[in-house]
């Protein structure tokens, strides 16, 4: 399945480009950017047949030279270019957060339908095996019933990056926090109901003039389970998360990263840990993907899941902004990532990029 991956920012060079290697399902076929000095060196790092600049994508995708994109431009470009893809009959796998507002998530997803196109939204973790056998852990009750999970990502975040400005739908909330709510919603199997929330900033520290430094909030749970989570652009590097349940805990730290993850399990006061080597976690979704466009079945993650996400991020920004509780407008997703989607691939080198700024100090 040949791809063409528009955006060639710090993650797409560093992860998405090399995960072609390790995708045995599709190719890597034609990259996209105005970055001339990008195009010329990745081109010829990956042997790309196509490398071009923005202005002639419509063009491109109108003429069946690939099947599927991979988007991994700015937030706020993301309803955009999916847009366009579906237009001329492309398939799409979308960055997180899948769109700048819920309403132009709706839109991405009304428009693949109508173009019978896929839509599939870029959730690494979704074929995680730490991620997913805590899921497992959890659904087998081995801790009791889940009441309580407590998420926590925090990054310092270079000045100037894209993720500090207000017009690339940028902020910790939207860029780290978002892991925190999926893993919530995947790990209590459900939607909140209602949401409470806090954000702030350190006077006089130049990289937040547009966004939050740092936002926590509290999500009510149907059977009045909580997820409280806190993400930080002004913090050491921390990814952690933990479930507590009547007979137990587990606990993922790392738990979003790129890097080694490792899963603990407590129960009964036996507390037993799993480290899980460092892997490739996008290559399994460029490969889902691919085999979902020819078997003519739904991806999970869907554009469902990443409106869903959207609906909690809109009530987490109005509820710090209004000091009130907010109620959630849920989306059920048709289906939740489940241990049977673990895909395992050797670990993905991309080097250190071309003309790109690290997310990270």
């Known amino acids: 399945m040949r791809f063409a991956v528009i955006g060639q920012g710090h993650f797409a060079q560093t992860s998405i480009l090399p995960a072609f290697a390790h995708a045995r399902r599709a190719e890597l076929t034609a990259i996209f950017s105005d970055d001339e000095s990008k195009l010329a060196a990745l081109r010829r790092k990956y042997r790309v047949e196509h490398a071009l600049p923005y202005a002639q994508l419509d063009e491109f995708l109108r003429s069946g030279a690939v099947e599927a994109v991979y988007i991994a431009v700015t937030n706020d470009r993301h309803a955009e270019v999916t847009e366009r893809a579906a237009a001329a009959g492309v398939h799409v796998l979308c960055e997180k957060p899948m769109a700048s507002s819920s309403a132009h998530a709706e839109r991405m997803i009304a428009v693949c ?7 599939m939204i870029a959730y690494r973790l979704h074929f995680d095996e ?7 852990t959890i659904k087998s009750g081995k801790i009791g019933d889940p009441r309580y999970l407590s998420a926590i990502f925090s990054q310092q975040v270079t000045p100037g990056n894209s993720r500090t400005q207000r017009v690339h739908a940028g902020g910790p909330l939207r860029d780290i926090g978002i892991y925190c709510i999926n893993a ?13 929330a806090l954000a702030g900033t350190r006077a006089g520290d130049r990289r937040f003039r547009e966004v939050d430094e740092q936002v926590s909030a509290l999500l009510r749970f149907p059977g009045d389970r909580l997820a409280q989570i806190t993400c930080s652009f002004g913090a050491a590097d921390v990814a952690s ?17 790129l890097s080694n993850l490792a899963l603990e399990v407590e129960i009964k006061g036996k507390t037993r840990r799993r480290t899980f080597k460092a892997h490739d976690q996008v290559a399994p979704e460029i490969d889902e ?29 109005a509820a710090a902004r209004t000091g009130q509780r907010v109620a959630v407008n849920r989306v059920f997703p048709e289906r939740r990532p489940s241990p049977r989607q673990v895909r395992r691939a050797p670990a993905a080198r991309g080097g250190d990029g071309v003309h790109v700024q690290p997310p990270g100090q």
């Open 241 to 257: 998360c933990v479930v507590l349940g009547t007979k137990g805990r587990v606990r993922l730290e790392p738990a979003f990263d």
């Open 130 to 136: 730490a991620n997913l056998a805590a899921v497992e």
């Open 289 to 317: 993907l691919a085999a979902c466009i020819r078997q003519g079945r739904d991806p999970e993650p869907s554009g469902l899941e990443g409106l869903a996400d959207l609906r909690v991020i809109e009530a987490i920004e």
């Open 184 to 196: 919530a919603r995947y790990l209590f199997r459900d939607e909140p109901l209602e949401v409470t």
């Open 113 to 119: 339908q109508r173009a019978h196109v896929k839509l």
